[in-house]
């Protein structure tokens, strides 16, 4: 038997979807007029804003269009790669701590001073070790994706009901049974959201590096754009990212829904 207040709750969802598309739908509207006006009536030079209708003409255009496809997808495998890496080491890692208090102590340190540095601060020292390429980029993604993920994990660990700890005890679970049944599940929502924060940061942190030290990827293809002033291209660059941005934050949004259905 269906439950009366799920399915409320479930309708209640469907009615405000409808408003809610309607109201993303006219913010992008409300901008690309606002873009247009700017540029008809000339408040700044047409090479530094042109009309938004000249840069998807770009964008169409099949040599432009084939690039942007390409090196979007350069950086999306970068991007992704060190995002995964992020998640494989700072999800363990922000658990095991949420769950020791010594050694969480004992790590804040560390932890503390290493999460606010810029992670294009480290870009010489990854240059150095690893050199121009991919991999300095994934490592560069890796090390700035890593502590949305990891300070979350932590926290969302260290809120477990202490009533499950205790029934766990008292069904005499093994620590990975018990992290893997109890600590992780009760933590997923945190963990979610430090995921979500870190697939955007990672993106940022692809097309960041490559335009400091790369020589692919759409972050390098904009800054290669500026430099030969072909204004209509580096745009079509910038609107590229933001569809990227666009799609995975979809994609999230149906792996979450799927994870986190609670």
Known sequence: MANPTHSRSRAEKKRMIGPARLRSVAGIGGFLL????VAAIAILPENYLPPFYTILGAM???????????????????????YFIAAAIAVPLGIFLGRSALVSEIMSPLIEFLRPLPSSAIIP???????????????????????????????????????MMDVARLLRLGKARLNLEIVLPAAMPFVMGGLRTSLA????????????????????????????????EMYAGILSI?????????????????????
């Open 201 to 232: 940061v990672s993106l940022i942190l692809a097309v960041t590096a490559e335009m400091l030290a790369g020589n692919d990827g759409i972050g390098f293809f904009i800054l290669d754009m500026e430099r030969a002033f072909r204004i209509r």
């Open 34 to 37: 606002l873009w247009e006006i």
């Open 242 to 262: 933001g569809v990227l941005g666009f799609l995975l934050n979809l994609a999230f949004q149906f792996v979450e829904r799927k994870v986190v259905y609670w």
């Open 60 to 82: 169409a255009d099949p040599e432009t269009s084939r690039v942007l496809l390409v090196q979007s997808l350069v950086t999306l495998a970068r991007a992704l790669a060190g």
């Open 125 to 163: 020292v990854a240059l150095l070790f690893l050199g121009l390429g991919t991999r300095m980029i994934i490592f560069v993604v890796a090390f700035g994706a890593a502590w949305p993920i990891l300070v979350a994990a932590r926290q969302g660990a260290g809120r477990v009901d202490p009533v």
